[in-house]
């Protein structure tokens, strides 16, 4: 069935680092894909997605780009800040949606 | 409220207690789902509804687990005979529209369960 996994967390980064997350899919037929963010006590939101290969997922300076060839949607951040602390998923979405099991993220000052 | 509400937000319970998680998706949303997240894990998807109608239940771990949408908005997940594997986190999601591609779904911000 379709999965998806992504790296392995905690990641603890510096304000101001680069960011990347990996994350690789296995899937029949062509799955959208998901980053979501769950910030402590909240529920998961919506961070960016991509509908067909070769989009680009961007907001709040995050980005992913879906690469089919490789079935991967690595998420990207120039410059993290303190307020990027949270739980990153990675997500498929096919027959159902199916997540990763999240990395955890802390920028310190 | 315009997002997707959870009740209660932590519960609770003890091992062989009956319990009713409550979701009030976003009005209108077509979509609704149930999904349970373990500790550390990512979320793992237990059914979906489209309107009143529950069209995939795949994913309910055992004959214990019930959900229902009544009148296509409010869901309730009910768990009979609890049991300490039952401890997570349930989260509940909505959509606007029927399963597609791309379509997003809004998450509640969960019901913690611990069985003791």
């Known amino acids: 069935g379709d999965s998806v996994t992504q790296m392995e967390g905690p990641v603890t980064l510096s304000e101001e680092a680069f960011l990347t997350i990996n994350c690789t899919y296995t899937?029949?037929?062509?799955?959208?894909l998901f980053w979501y963010v769950q910030y402590p006590g909240e529920g998961l939101q919506l961070l960016l997605k991509a509908t067909k290969a070769d989009d680009k997922g961007s907001n709040k300076g995050f980005e992913a780009t879906y690469r089919k060839e490789t079935t991967s949607f690595h998420l990207e951040k120039g410059s993290v800040q303190v307020s990027d602390s949270a739980v990153y998923f990675c997500?498929?979405?096919?027959?159902?949606?199916?997540f990763g099991a999240g990395t955890r993220l802390t920028v310190k000052p | 409220g315009a997002g997707v509400s959870q009740s209660p937000r932590y519960k609770v319970a003890k091992r062989g207690q009956d319990v009713a998680l409550r979701c009030d998706p976003i009005?209108?949303?077509?979509?609704l789902f149930w999904y349970q997240q373990a500790l550390g894990q990512g979320p793992e998807f237990l059914t979906y509804?489209?309107?009143?109608?529950?069209?995939?239940k795949s994913g309910l771990p055992s004959d214990r687990f019930f959900a229902e949408r009544p009148e296509g908005s409010v869901s309730t997940l009910k768990i009979q005979r609890t049991q300490q594997e039952d401890s997570a986190v349930y989260l509940c999601?909505?959509?606007?529209?029927?399963?597609?591609?791309?379509?997003?779904?809004?998450f509640g911000a969960g019901t913690r369960l611990s069985v003791l």
């Open positions: 899937a029949t037929g062509y799955p959208s």
């Open positions: 997500a498929l979405l096919g027959d159902d949606m199916r």
């Open positions: 509804f489209q309107n009143e109608a529950q069209l995939d």
């Open positions: 009005s209108g949303h077509v979509s």
């Open positions: 999601a909505s959509s606007p529209y029927n399963t597609g591609g791309g379509n997003i779904q809004y």
